[in-house]
Structure formats: C-alpha cells, structure tokens
C-alpha cells in the first residue's frame, strides 16, 4: 500500500538506532578509553575532530557521507544502511566523549593493580576498566540511541525519504507536513512521543539499576 | 551484564529485510488521493507484487531519480521534470506516456469573507498571503504563468506564501495560513475547510499534462504499473476529477 503502517515506520526507526548503536559502541570503547588513559600530541585535534558531527549541521554530514559513499561506491544511499551510516555519524561524538568520560572516571590505579597482577592490556581492559566504567558507557550508548532515533538532516540527505524502506519516523513527519497531511504527520509524531519517553525511562531505570 | 539482552532483538529486526516484488515510484503529490485506489486494484490484479509510493513535487522527485534514488516508475505532474530526465539518459528510451491532465481553480478558505471573484480581485489590499508552490514546481509554474497572463504576478509577488507542492497549498488555505491559492481543481475537489472561489475559463488554463516514464532500473512490476495506470487507473483518475492528457 501507499501508506507505510505506523508500526512499520517505528520499527524502522528503531532497527536504525538500535543497528547503528551496536556498530558505534566498539570502536567509541576503544576510542573513548584511549583519549581518557594516553596523552599523545595532536590529542586535542582528534577531540575536536571527534565532536565535529556533533557540531556541523546534520544536513552538511549527510552530504559528506553521501558523496563519501558514491565516491567508495559503497551501494548505501537511498537504502536503511544509509539511514544508520548517517546515525553513525551523528551519534559518533555523543558515544565516544560519553565513554571518554565513563573511562575518566574509573581511577587508573585499579587498572594498575590489575596489571601488576599479570593481566594484559586487553583483560584489564575487559574486567576492571569496563565494568567500572559500565554505567557511563550506558548511559552515552543510550543517548546516541535516542539521539539516532530522532536523526533527520544527515538521514534525509543519505537515505531520501522511500516509504516502506527508508522512512523512520522523523523523515515520515516531515514528508507529510510537506504534503500538507498535518493529522498523519501528528500521528507519527505521537510514536515518536511514545518512543522517545520509553526510551529514556529505560535509560532512568538500568540508570538507577547501575547504581544500585 | 544484562544490557546486552538487546543484541539479539536488533540481529531479529535485521533478518526482516526480505521482501516481496517491491517496485519504487515517485508520484507527483497531485496524485495522491487516487493513487491509494490505483495501488489497491493493481496490487489486488497482480498478487505478490507491492508498490511503495514516494510523494512529491515533480521537480524534486525528479532530483532524486538524478541523485540516484532507487525509483523505477516516475509518475510526474508536468513535462519539464520528466524531459530533464530524459535529456540526462536517465529514462527507459520510449517509456515515456501521457495519462492525465488537470485544471487550475482558485480557493479560498470555506470561513472567509472576501470577496474572490474573479481574477482581479487577487490583487485587492486585503488579500495578504496567496500561497503557491516555487516556481519549480509544476504547480507554482503553471500557476505564476497564468498569474504573468493576467498582468497581476508583480502585484502579488510580495504576498505569495511558497509552499512545498500542491496538497500543501490547499493545507495553507485550509489551515488559514493563506487567504487564497491557485491549485489544481482535483485538489480543490478533495478540500475539507476550503472551496473554489472561481474557476479559471478554459482560454486560460495552462496545458498541464502528466507524463509517466520508467527508469533503467525498472523491471516487470514497474512495466506493469505504468501499463495499469495507463489503462484501468484511467477511469479511477477520472472519477478523481483528472482530465485526458491534453
């Protein structure tokens, strides 16, 4: 049918965060916990480089990655793998300073101890600095997830708007106000209401839950 | 640590990927309302096949086919989208048709007290905002031309609400953001909150001509549609108000 059901649209939508969240965490864990523990020169460029996506206009990162992406010709745009390139990007800077931070946190003497104890850098990694740095990794992991469920500028350009394939629930809003259908766009836009408040008292529970 | 119970819902949503015989079109957004129809009758003829629309102005959709969009059938609302296509060898070679045209009406909101007429009462002072799409638009185009014909474009430029395509002017005018449009009278047809104040005479009416066309990328389904809309979708796009193709 012409029109995508709501429920199509918002799981749509959330396999893109949630796709796009699980590729982000490896390599914002690494990231992250490299820029907490080393001092190496040129850091405060890679900092700076690393918050760039969060800075720029999303619709200036879509077109980076679009024409990226033709220029790799990897076949992405226009489909649901374009849509989580640009929640990738998007979302690359709230994961990886959410990590920096987690890590920052954790005092380097347990890691320390752990190493003097003859764990390598990758077990200590794995059983002292992550589970101590836990809750604020979850706690950036979810933010990107948020983040990414919201994400327009960047998803429009990378993706287009098909319906059925590329339309989460942002890109849906905007292609009916822009058909003047105000009743649908307000349809999705309660989904996205419903999403976005689950999504955060998840947040607020494992949260509370962490800390416990 | 628990969290990670997420992983395999995500890997379940992925494996939903596959699908039916899905065809991509982009339709110009005049096309809306009998496009649900259309889509209905042919999908019920051909089982397994499914059609996913993409709405639109022409000139834009016609922009996405040129940036590479994955469309196979383009249903536009003029011929200057779909020749630019052409002129690009983006379009299957012969595949482009005519299938309908349309008229001009001018609308006004149903609670207003203006006088609306006829044309020259667009141009009086308390007349503040007339909402029309750019002039790229099909709809914004056919429109100004008919607004320059008249010798009343310069007085109106300062007062036009530009807005995205064609349902979206008669929205302005419904939602009163607008105290008149020029829309299609297929459009017209289908307001809630906004009837015709005049109607545009024949002598004066634009050629709008809506042309069809496939992409290289269309296959069998798409060959299909474009034959349905051609054929049976005919009298359902005349029963929507939609004229022959001029």
Known sequence: ?212 | MRTLGILPLAWLALLQGARAEEVVASVAASLRAPSTEIVRRFEAEHPGAKLLLAFGASNELASQIEAGAPVEVFLAADEESVARLASKGLLLEGSVVPFAGNRLVVVRPDAAELRLAEPRDLVQPALRRLALPGWGVPLGHYAREWLARRGILADLADRIVVTANAPATLAAVELGQADAAIVYATDARVAKRARVAFDIPDAEQPRIRYLGALTHRAGPGARAFLDFVRGPGAAILEAAGFRAAP
């Open chain 1, 1 to 212: 049918m012409s029109e995508t059901p709501l429920l199509a649209i918002t799981a749509l939508t959330l396999r893109v965060a949630a796709v796009a969240t699980l590729l982000l965490l490896p390599v914002a864990l690494l990231l992250g916990f490299a820029l907490a523990r080393r001092s190496f020169r040129g850091k405060a460029l890679v900092q700076a480089l690393v918050a760039l996506p969060m800075v720029l206009p999303p619709v200036a990162v879509g077109l980076a990655i679009l024409l990226a992406v033709s220029a790799l010709d990897w076949p992405i745009a226009f489909t649901w793998w374009g849509a989580v390139a640009a929640a990738v990007a998007v979302c690359f800077p709230l994961l990886v300073r959410g990590c920096e931070q987690a890590f920052a946190e954790v005092d380097p003497r347990y890691e320390q101890v752990a190493r003097s104890l003859g764990l390598g850098p990758a077990r200590s990694f794995l059983r002292v600095s992550l589970p101590l740095a836990r809750r604020g990794v979850l706690y950036g992991a979810l933010l990107a997830f948020t983040r990414a469920l919201g994400e327009f500028g960047a998803t429009a350009i990378v993706a287009g708007i098909i319906p059925g394939r590329t339309e989460t629930l942002a890109l849906g809003i905007w292609s009916r106000v822009q058909l003047g259908d105000y009743r649908a766009a307000l349809a999705l836009c309660i989904a996205s209401f419903a999403l976005a408040l689950v999504a955060m008292l998840a947040a607020e529970g494992w949260l509370r839950r962490g800390r416990a």
